[in-house]
Nanobody, 125 residues
């Protein structure tokens, strides 16, 4: 069982930055990949970024690459998503999720077993 809690969302102007955090707890966290997803109103949930628990391998959606950075804060069992140069189209509820690392680094939401409650990010133009 893995428990995930997101924090750090808010309202920011276009071009600004936010850092989201995902606090993870549970057994055998090293066996999991942690991903960030987002969902805008009326849209499907979409992959944003993911990292292995050892922070050595990462993946990003194309629109996030170069602007977002996913990283693990080792002492605190936290996975952060630093978002720079935010755009209005980045608006949505952001979720962190955990998938068994046996599946590689999946981008499909259905591959992730555990989910946090989500945190709202709103980027104004």
């Amino acid at each position: 069982q893995v428990h995930l809690v997101e924090s750090g969302g808010g309202l920011v102007q276009a071009g600004g930055s936010l850092r989201l955090s995902c606090a993870a707890s549970g057994r055998a966290l090293s066996n999991f990949v942690i991903g960030w997803f987002r969902q805008a109103p009326g849209e499907e949930r979409e992959f944003v970024a993911a990292t292995t628990w050892n922070d050595r391998s990462k993946n990003y959606r194309d629109s996030a690459r170069g602007r977002f950075t996913i990283s693990r804060d080792n002492p605190n069992n936290t996975v952060n998503l630093r978002m720079n140069t935010l755009k209005p189209e980045d608006t949505g509820v952001y979720y962190c999720a955990a998938a068994d690392s046996l599946f590689g680094m999946p981008t499909a939401p259905r591959a992730y077993t555990y989910w946090g409650q989500g945190t709202q990010v709103t980027v104004s133009s």
